[in-house]
Structure formats: structure tokens, C-alpha cells
């Protein structure tokens, strides 16, 4: 069941409703969070609510809730939503203005949280994905609401025929359009370094830690559209997809199309750090 908590009370996803007055819905003024749920508890949560706070202090919004009442609404969400798998997706917005002004007042921020069943696409889909231009903004580590620029970078990759975009700034990569990016190479595992024009993802530091502890070549830096290209393994991660392979780059088959090796390794060390977490 999806439900939803908005501003102290819950009530059913579809009847949950805010003022148009609010600032999330007229500027996109606003920040979120999308955590999972596995066999009934919020994983990675300290991180998560550690973001949230990054977020918010970015946009000068202030915390509505204490560490300990997130928890709490969190438990709360998961007990009520009477889901194993599920995604709780919070997202906090300035919150309602007197009227349409870009310049902001001091205002409650409007707190939602909803718990969704968690849909896993299937394993054997790998992704086909395009290079784009990242015209993004150049604060890309705050978690905003406004998302227009990542869904259109998306859907125009999808109307192309491809399932996402990669997306790449002074021909270098910086993420796809809801993912961090991972190239191997010669059995190095490379990633974008954290900067302002990328979101600061939870799996992607998992998967570093991963590869730390379990001493697997590493190295943070820029990699350019070519490296991309020419890469023996490309996969994506984010929260709602773990860690995920992708097969083809501009039509171009990466490696020999098939799932990486050092993919299948922290794949598999990912799925143990979800279970010992339980
Ligand atoms: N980059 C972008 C643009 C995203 O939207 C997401 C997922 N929301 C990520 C990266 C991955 O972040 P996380 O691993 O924290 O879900």
C-alpha cells in the first residue's frame, strides 16, 4: 500500500494535497531523499538523513524534524505501509508563501514522507545508454526536487531509442540522469570524483567502500567520453537500482556485451552488505 505523511497527518498517497502556494510546487524549491527498505528496515538511514541535512543547509531551509522523529515517522511509515521491500521517499520543501515572490520568507517547511512497494526492474536488463551534453546547473550535489533537467535528458533518451543518458560536462562524465557512473578498466574500477556537478550518491560511496575493503583497484577521477567508450565495464547506481550494468554506449557494445566480471564481484558483495545490515 502507498501511503503518505504529510505535515503530522497520514492518510492514503492519492488524497495527500498541498497549497499551490507552496514553494516545492512553484519554484521546485525544495529537496528530498529516496531511501530503501529491505526486509523491513530504512538501509543506509544515518546516511541518507546526513544528505538531507547537507541539502537543506544548501538552500538555507531549516530541519523540520530531529534525527530521532525522522526514525521515528520512518519505523511509523514501514509499519503502516506493511511493506518488506518498499522505498521511503521524503522530501521536504520551503514550504507555503503568501504569495508568488522569488524572493523567500522565513515559512514552516512542508515535511512529506510516502513508503512505496519497492519495483525491482529485471536483472537481465542491462542498459543501453547515450552520451548528452550536461547542461545542469553547477550545484548538482544538492539533492533538489526541481529534476526537469534530468527528466529531460532521460525521456529524450528514451524517444531515442536508449533507456538513459549519460551525461557529460567539458567532455568529461559526470553521472547519468538518476545514477552515479562506474567505468573498469583494465580491472581498475573508476568513478567520477564527488564534485558540485554530481549528486554525492549513498550506493556509490558503498560501492568505494566495497571496493576499499575488499583491496579491488580503485581510483576517483575525471573520465572522459572516450575512456567511456573505450571502457571494459560500465555500470550505474543509485538507491532504487543498486548497482546496475550497462551493455551499450552510443550504440557501441562496452567490453563484449556480456556482465562484467568485476561487476559480478560487487554486485554480489553488495547483496551481502544489504543482508548483513538486516
Ligand atoms: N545521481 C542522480 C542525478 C540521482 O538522481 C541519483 C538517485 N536519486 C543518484 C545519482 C544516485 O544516488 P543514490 O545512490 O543516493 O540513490
Redesign the pocket.
Known sequence: MSIAYLNGSWQPLEEARVSVLDRGFMFGDGVY??IPVYQGKPFAEDE?LA?LATSLKELHIMMPRSEDDWQELFREAIDRGDEDEAILYVQVTRGVAESRSHIYEDSEPTVLITLSPRVTPGLDHKLSVVTKEDFRWAR?HI?VIS?AA?SLAKNEAIAEGYDDAILVRDGKVT??????VFIVKDSVIVTPIADNH?????????VIALAKQHDLPFEERDISEDELLAADEVWV????IEVWPVHKVNNQWIGNGEVGLVYQKVYNLFQELKCQSN
Open positions: 531523499e529516496v541518507h544528505r548538482g539533492k529534476l534530468n553521472e547519468a540522469s538518476s545514477s552515479n554530481l549528486l554525492h550518491g549513498i550506493t556509490r560511496a558503498q547506481t543509485a538507491t532504487s
